[in-house]
């Protein structure tokens, strides 16, 4: 699930962080470590947002328990990192699995009609009738446009497009989907 893709709308807002929500302080996914990178330490990231250049721009990760000390592309869309007190093979695979998150404030501000896709995670989706129809667990862009992943209250899952016919509104509170889109 990528967290911190920063995606564009045009023609409706987006949501702001809301302290009900946790707000500016709730904390962002913006990589995972995936493994050792050789015997010295490094580690591979794959990484969730829109590249390098954007992932170092932060130095700290899980409220300072990681400090970066370098980063490179490993041009597979990846990248290879070094950690503050991580100076072998072991020490670097012992991170393996381990999420790198950021608080929402340490990310850059939006532009109008620009959300973070970390943003519509968790909120509430109801049909345009108002009926509760679960929360959105995921977000995806498969190319076209982002798509949200609503999870119902038994499990089940559906996804609708993030296009203005199938989700006419939402903001901090909650995710409005069109009655046509919501009955799968």
């Not at 990589?31 to 591979?44: L, Q, S």
């Not at 999870?151 to 901090?172: C, Q, S, T």
Request: glycine share 10%.
């Amino acid at each position: 699930m990528g967290d911190v893709n920063a995606s564009a709308t045009s023609d409706r807002p987006h949501p702001n962080p809301s302290p009900e929500r946790e707000g500016l302080d709730r904390p962002v996914t913006l990589a995972a470590i995936a493994g050792a990178h050789g015997v010295a330490g490094e580690v591979r990231l794959k990484l969730f947002g829109e590249g390098v250049e954007t992932f170092s721009r932060h130095k700290s990760f899980n409220d300072g328990a990681l400090k970066l000390t370098k980063v490179r592309p490993d041009n597979k869309g990846g990248a290879v990192a070094r950690f503050e007190g991580v100076s072998d093979r072991n020490a670097a695979e012992a991170l393996r699995g381990t999420v790198l998150s950021v608080p929402r404030s340490a990310l850059p501000p939006l532009a109008e009609g620009e959300f973070y896709h970390s943003d519509l995670l968790d909120l509430p989706a109801v049909s345009d009738a108002g009926d509760p129809l679960g929360t959105v667990c995921a977000v995806e862009n498969f190319g076209a446009t982002d798509v949200v992943e609503i999870e119902r209250p038994d499990g089940k899952r559906f996804m609708v497009p993030l296009i203005p016919v199938a989700v006419p509104e939402w903001n901090a509170e909650m995710l409005v989907v069109s009655k046509d889109f919501a009955d799968n």
